[in-house]
């Protein structure tokens, strides 16, 4: 029933065949629940109880089915990549015999550990993981696995971003934005809404105008920015009045102070100027298309079926502003929709062009 879509049957009879299993199958019990699991999350239910799928992987491992047991941690592992919880997988992934794995199962544990990698901007880990992948794929003989394999290849080798300098932009892939992490350059990082520089990273993500300010600046760089051109880009005013310089003052001092340990930002005659710790640099680098609702067409791309209250829980957001958002990707005809009220979900009818790899979440609090 699951592998013909229909998921909501599915549950029913595994829930169906749980209550079946008397006291003395506890084993068979645990096998329910972590086919329902897996369900779950190829359906993208994330609010299924977490808790439920530990206890059996428990089960599992002390009746001996290691196996089993295996593949119970891999589907944790899987949500929490998914949550972009990173460190958490980051820690199960270690802790996996691959030994007990089958060629197939070997082949998705190395997709799960590329796709870390491509989260936390680690192409040489990523493109490893993904030849092992591949042949483990190769062994296993599976054709669409081998497709899901080649699929993550083209999006390693895709465009993840724009780097943005005054006079000109180009589309970078992520070994560039890995190289340019690496020379120490102060990066302003437009895809996670952070500022970077080294191991260092300053999160704006709940502080959009100061993400704004220091965007504006690092693209003027070393120049300035005239105090009404930082007032139309952060506040969207068309004018700049008195009260918006005031505001302007006041945000600058709190950017000032929420970079301190990489930039400084000082006044200068036309307006202001980003001044970095050292001579390494600065960049910008932005997301390949900006719509304003990146974060969501990020998370639709994977090719599955997403609820709004899953791509909420995903994205840290409300269901809400989700559904905001979801509401005008559609009038675009970005995305489509089946199902009606709760059981309506959304897809993206075709491939982006570009990969989202830097706008899944994740990046920033377990990176």
């Keep these: 029933m699951a592998q013909l879509g229909e998921f909501d049957r599915a549950k029913v009879l595994l829930k169906r065949a749980a209550r079946g299993f008397g006291a003395r199958e506890a084993v068979s019990r645990a096998r329910c629940v972590v086919a329902e699991a897996e369900i779950a999350l190829v359906s993208r239910d994330l609010r299924s109880p977490a808790k439920s799928l530990s206890a059996a992987r428990v089960t599992l491992e ?81 054709p669409a696995l081998n497709a899901e394999v080649s699929r993550a290849f083209e999006t390693l080798n895709a465009p993840v971003a724009r780097l943005v300098a005054p006079d000109a932009q180009r589309s970078i892939r992520l070994e560039d934005a890995e190289a340019l992490m690496a020379t120490g350059a ?36 070393p120049g300035d920015v005239s105090r009404d051109d930082l ?57 390949p298309v900006e719509e304003g609702h990146e974060a969501v067409l990020a998370l639709l791309n994977d090719g599955e079926a997403w609820s709004s209250s899953a791509l909420a829980l995903a994205l840290g957001k409300s269901q809400r502003g989700i559904q905001r958002s979801l509401e005008a990707l559609s009038a675009k005809g970005r995305i489509q929709h089946f199902g009606n009220g709760r059981a309506r979900r959304w897809v993206a009818p075709a491939p982006l062009g570009f990969a989202t790899t830097l706008l899944l979440p994740g990046g920033l609090p377990f990176g």
């Design 231 to 287: 007032v139309r880009q952060a506040f969207r005013a068309r004018s700049a009045d008195e009260s918006h310089r005031a505001r302007l003052r006041v945000e600058m001092a709190r950017l000032r102070k929420a970079i301190a340990a990489v930039a400084t930002v000082v006044a200068t005659r036309n307006g202001f100027a980003l001044v970095p710790v050292d001579t390494a640099g600065v960049a910008v680098m932005a997301p």
């Design 62 to 142: 002390v009746h001996g089915d290691a196996l089993n047991a295996a593949h119970a941690r891999h589907l944790e592992i899987r949500r929490q990549v998914l949550v972009g919880d990173l460190h958490r997988a980051k820690q199960g992934l270690a802790e996996l015999d691959l030994k007990l794995l089958p060629p197939a199962w070997r082949a998705m544990h190395e997709l799960v550990v590329a796709e870390i990698a491509m989260r936390k901007i680690e192409a040489g880990a990523a493109r490893a993981a993904l030849e092992r992948a591949r042949e483990a794929a190769q062994l296993a003989g599976i």
């Design 186 to 221: 102060l990066v302003v990082d437009a895809c996670r809404h952070a500022v970077r520089k080294h191991q260092i990273r300053i999160s704006l993500a709940r502080r959009p105008v100061l993400l704004s300010l220091a965007r504006a600046l690092a693209q003027a760089w």
